[in-house]
């Protein structure tokens, strides 16, 4: 009896093997039609805007400031407020998210405490962006009577919606680091400081800056939190401090799609996008070339 179980149990593992088989070959398909349906729709819809945008991204539209005329609409302001808003961000982010981070990877010992912290932390990195505009909102505005739609402001509210990100990028990185070298390190008499400073930072430092400049590219193409901080939509002159008033590529771009004449929503709003996409993928170039350079050094 039992051996005539066993076999009923292996034709039933054997009968059941190919079926998981199939299931698992129709969903990679299922997944890569999905993939490639995405990805021509994402294509054909970057044609539309490259050839709407023919004729209008010149050099007197990335020199000049926002008018009322088509002819004469520039991008200028917003390009150098996006600009200054990311190199006033990233220290912040950076300087909070990988000290975080190594205190949550190096120092803290694992507890109940500590979990809640890591769950927190990922929850926050999926909460919809307005909600940090309203975080912002509350806390620099009115809790530090800071005045609305000014750089700071806006530099300090994309810091916050970013760290989560940087946090957690962070972690990753530093838990892949060989624990040996860090054995090593202590062998040789360093202190934990040293071996972290020394040692796994500078391992950790190539998906440190990918996880960095992909959530910067991130914080240049949201417009939701700007809204809910007062940024102006069009601003003609560049700020000059951190308490100016200034505007982003994004908000420069949402104000044009709501002008009534075609030649906004047609020919200067599609060049303002085929900007902002310049941008964004050079960044995202910037991401994987210092990636691989630092790899090839620590290799």
Partial sequence: MTGAADNTSARSKLSIEPTARVLDWALLLICLLASGIGVAALFTLLVYVAIDAVGWLDWQFLTSSSSRFAEQAGILPALIGSVLMAAMLIPMALVLGIGAAVYLTEYARPSRATRLININIANLAGVPS????????????????????????????????????????????????????????????????????????????????????????????????????????????????????????????????????????????????????????SLNALAIYLRNKFQVRND
């Fill in 130 to 281: 307005v909600v940090w505009g309203l975080l912002g909102l509350g806390l620099f505005v009115s809790l530090l009577g800071l005045e609305m739609g000014t750089l700071l402001v806006g530099s300090m509210t994309m810091a916050l919606l970013i760290l989560p990100v940087i946090i957690i990028s962070s972690q990753e990185a530093i838990r892949a680091v060989p624990d040996s070298l860090r054995q090593a390190a202590y062998g040789m008499g360093a202190t934990k400081w040293q071996t972290i400073r020394r040692v796994v930072l500078p391992q950790a430092l190539p998906g440190i800056l990918t996880g960095t400049i992909l959530s910067l590219a991130r914080a240049l193409g949201e417009t939701a939190p700007l809204i809910m901080l007062g940024v102006p939509t069009a601003v003609y002159f560049t700020p000059e401090s951190p308490m100016d008033q200034f505007t982003t590529m994004t908000m420069q771009i949402f104000s044009w799609s709501d002008y009534p004449q075609r030649e906004f929503q047609y020919g200067v709003c599609a060049a303002g996008v085929v900007t902002l996409l310049v941008v964004l993928l």
